[in-house]
């Protein structure tokens, strides 16, 4: 089994700071209909739909530049599953 690295957007415990996972998602997706959770390193996000006030389970891919979001995982335990590890 191979282990593989991706980044996780934390709560900055700073005052400021520019790639924690609030000032990401202020920046990115001010009308809070997506919450990124981890990025891409391309300006592309995975992260969370949001409707209604509401995360979705699903974790999607999120293009920042064209195309429309698609799905990646049922929920985040399948996402970091399929993204971390690889047999």
Request: glycine share 4%; with cysteine; proline share 0%.
């Given at each position: 089994m191979d282990?593989?690295?991706f980044?996780?957007?934390a709560k900055?415990?700073?005052e400021?700071?520019?790639e924690d996972l609030r000032s990401?998602?202020?920046r990115e997706f001010p009308d809070?209909?997506?919450?990124?959770v981890a990025p891409v390193g391309t300006g592309d996000h995975w992260g969370f739909p949001v409707t209604d006030?509401?995360?979705h389970d699903e974790v999607w891919?999120?293009?920042h530049d064209a195309g429309a979001p698609e799905l990646d995982a049922a929920d985040f335990l399948e996402f970091v599953a399929h993204r971390g590890l690889s047999a």
């Open positions: 282990i593989r690295q980044d996780v957007l900055s415990l700073r400021v700071h520019d990401v998602n202020d809070r209909t997506f919450i990124a006030g509401r995360c891919f999120h293009f």
